[in-house]
């Protein structure tokens, strides 16, 4: 917990910092990537540098630990951090890499904020920071012993399967034949790829399955970039990875897991690619005979569109107690429902456990929805793909 002397400062200053934070940010990375290229070149997404996402998620972040330091003086935001480790483990990124950021980013809040950052300021803020830090690192730490250290492992693509027009499948078996770790359904891995430029730019995509005990299985939607970097990987993926390819995985990440035995009730909403982690949940749940009611519910543009699609429903179908509900904004079929996802009129069994997983304003609404009808928020869990913006947004 935060000093007492710094607790006050914090408090104090936790408006004007919190109002500069945009900008100390964004002072942040111009000024670290100019140091390190290496980083912005090979760590860090360009395609979420570009649109500013990241900037965003890491003001939200730190006015959000902050806040959580003096509101909550006895306890620590442990599912913000989880989700920013397992994040920080499939980058593989190292405790040397915080004491560059502390220097780049105190470097930032000094020049944005001037002489209003006093050597108490200074301090207050340094123990905020550490106190995060210490508290990633040591659980990074753990991720990295539970899974071996952090090493990127060469998969070869035995499998290449078209979902959608923008959704492809990829599975892949790992090139030294060694054994595969067991993931917990909801995962994402890392991929990383060497682009035409000469960068090797990560991103994760959830296993969307487990199609046999060896191989590892991700479904791509590519993003449609109009020449910006935030398409760079999935284009090259859809473009240019075939059968026989080989990719850089790392080990399987990820804090939205199944966490329910078998006579709790499920919620899985979904919408557009957020459809992948979901049915790896719906398979695991057929496989282990789930007996309690799961309900479903995925929202897409058209049945054209719903990736995975086949899968969805067939596990769906497998559970003893379930129903799948869907809405597409046009081609709704019969049986379905036309426009976006509306929870008025699907059953939610008492003691609900909810996962969703899709844009951030299908979730917001999701949540809302399932609030209203009696779930408790801290049964409601969700993934974010890309920075976590919901989060800088509970943060404003």
Request: one cysteine or more; proline letters at 6%.
């Amino acid at each position: 917990m935060l000093s007492e002397q710094s607790a006050v400062t914090v408090r104090a200053t936790l408006p004007a910092v919190g109002a500069a934070l945009g900008t100390i940010t964004e002072r942040f990375y111009a000024g670290l990537f100019e140091a390190h290229p290496e980083l912005l070149r090979d760590l860090f997404n360009r395609g979420n540098q570009a649109a500013g996402t990241q900037r965003q998620a890491l003001a939200g972040s730190v006015a959000a630990f902050a806040t959580h330091l003096l509101d909550h003086p006895e306890q620590r935001p442990d599912a913000m951090l989880q989700r920013i480790a397992h994040k920080h483990a499939s980058l593989g990124v190292t405790p040397e890499q915080y004491a560059i950021v502390h220097q780049h980013l105190f470097a930032a809040i000094a020049e944005v904020l001037g002489d209003a950052v006093t050597p108490e300021v200074a301090a207050a803020w340094d123990e905020v920071y550490w106190l995060m830090a210490n508290a990633l690192i040591a659980v990074e730490k753990r991720l990295y012993e539970e899974r071996g250290g952090h090493a990127w492992r060469h998969w070869e693509v035995v499998e290449r399967v078209t979902e959608t027009a923008d959704v492809a499948t990829f599975r892949l078996r790992p090139v030294d034949g060694g054994p595969v770790r067991d993931f917990l359904p909801g995962q994402y891995v890392s991929v990383r790829v060497a682009l035409a430029d000469g960068a090797r730019q990560i991103r994760q995509y959830s296993l969307s399955g487990a199609p046999a005990p060896a191989l590892r299985q991700i479904s791509v939607k590519r993003v449609h970039d109009d020449g910006e970097p935030d398409g760079e990987v999935s284009n090259h993926l859809h473009a240019r990875v075939r059968v026989g390819d080989v990719l850089e995985l790392s080990e399987p990440h990820g804090d939205l897991v199944l966490d329910a035995g078998p006579d709790t009730p499920l919620l899985l909403a979904s919408a557009g690619i957020g459809v992948t982690p979901m049915v790896a949940m719906l398979a695991h749940l057929a496989d282990s005979g789930h007996r309690a009611p799961v309900t479903v519910v995925h929202g897409d543009r058209s049945p054209a569109d719903h990736a995975l699609r086949t899968d969805h429903e067939t596990y769906t179908a497998k559970l003893p107690d379930s129903a799948l509900h869907l809405w597409y904004e046009q081609d709704a079929p019969t049986g379905t429902r036309t426009g976006l996802v509306d929870l008025a009129h699907v059953p939610v069994a008492s003691g609900t456990r909810a996962y969703l997983c899709g844009p951030l304003p299908f979730m917001r609404s999701v949540r809302a929805q399932l609030i209203a009808r009696g779930v408790a928020p801290a049964d409601i869990h969700y993934e974010v793909f890309g920075p976590d913006l919901w989060l800088a947004g509970e943060a404003r």
